[in-house]
């Protein structure tokens, strides 16, 4: 413990007012991988110890949280890097701003449109090759046959960042 302090002192950290990885981690309930991931993508810059562990100030916080709702909403990490700095004085960058979420928007209404093209087009098929999903056949004693429908995977949306 006492070499800990020592190395955090030399690194000009307050150890009163930051926290590791995983108090970070836990705060945000963001995984660890995470958050060195965003630090690889220099979406946010720990400081070290002299031994180079991760530390973190209060202030990380709500940089994490911020950094995850853009994820969310489906920004990648090379636009998020853009727009962080822009966060910090919103009103200041307010013509940047509305022209990122308007893109953003832009390209989601261009994928829903996508995806709904797509479904039409399974629609087709499945009618074309007699596999309708409301085509169950009844049984004598009137229950409906036994077959199951089959169940919708999760997507993996990474692909489809916003860029």
Not at 10 to 28: K, V
Not at 103 to 124: D, F, G, W, Y
Request: aromatic fraction near 6%.
């Amino acid at each position: 413990m006492y070499q800990q302090s020592c190395s955090l002192r030399e690194a000009g950290i307050n150890e009163d007012g930051g926290m590791r990885i995983g108090e970070l981690s836990n705060n945000t309930g963001v995984s660890v991988r995470s958050l060195r991931y965003y630090e690889q993508q220099d979406l946010l810059q720990p400081q070290r110890t002299s031994a180079g562990h991760r530390f973190y100030s209060p202030q990380d916080e709500p940089l994490v949280r911020q950094i995850q709702d853009l994820f969310e909403a489906g920004f990648c990490s090379s636009v998020i890097r853009k727009l962080l700095p822009a966060l910090s004085n919103p009103v200041g960058n307010r013509e940047m701003l509305q022209t990122a979420l308007a893109a953003a928007q832009a390209r989601l209404e261009s994928e829903k449109e996508s995806i709904a093209a797509e479904l039409r087009k399974l629609k087709r098929l499945g009618a074309q090759y007699g596999l309708e999903p409301d085509a169950h056949v009844t049984l004598q004693n009137e229950e409906h046959d036994s077959s199951t429908t089959a169940q919708a995977t999760a997507f993996d949306h990474r692909n489809r960042r916003l860029r």
